[in-house]
Nanobody
């Protein structure tokens, strides 16, 4: 059982930066064995994959539109996953969700994720 809490969202101008955090608390299975991901959902649109990583960092995936701008990372000592977002664009505006996978490696498939956070709002103005 894993509980996830996101934070760090806010309002920024285009070209600005935000750093999202996902703090995890786990019971039973060791948290370090669980792959993690970020998804987002804009009003009127379906949820879409953003970034994912195996907990060791040996496997990492990004959607094409954020490559070179977003960076997923982790601090295992704090059981925390981060999403550094640079050069933000209005198209990045969405609620961002942290998720935990049933697998140890990175995956882009939403059905592979069984733990979800409450979401944090990111708004980018032009």
């Amino acid at each position: 059982q894993v509980q996830l809490v996101e934070s760090g969202g806010g309002l920024v101008q285009a070209g600005g930066s935000l750093r999202l955090s996902c703090a995890a608390a786990a019971s039973g299975r060791t948290f370090s064995t669980i792959g993690m991901g970020w998804f987002r959902q804009a009003p009127g649109k379906e949820r879409e994959f953003v970034a994912a990583m195996g907990w060791t960092g040996r496997s990492i995936y990004y959607r094409d539109s954020v490559k070179g701008r977003f960076t997923i990372s982790r601090d295992n000592a704090r059981n925390t996953v981060y999403l550094q977002m640079d050069n933000l664009k209005p198209e990045d505006t969405a609620v961002y969700y942290c998720a935990g996978s049933r697998f140890t490696g990175a995956t882009m498939t939403s059905g592979d994720y069984i733990y979800w956070g409450q979401g944090t709002q990111v708004t980018v103005s032009s």
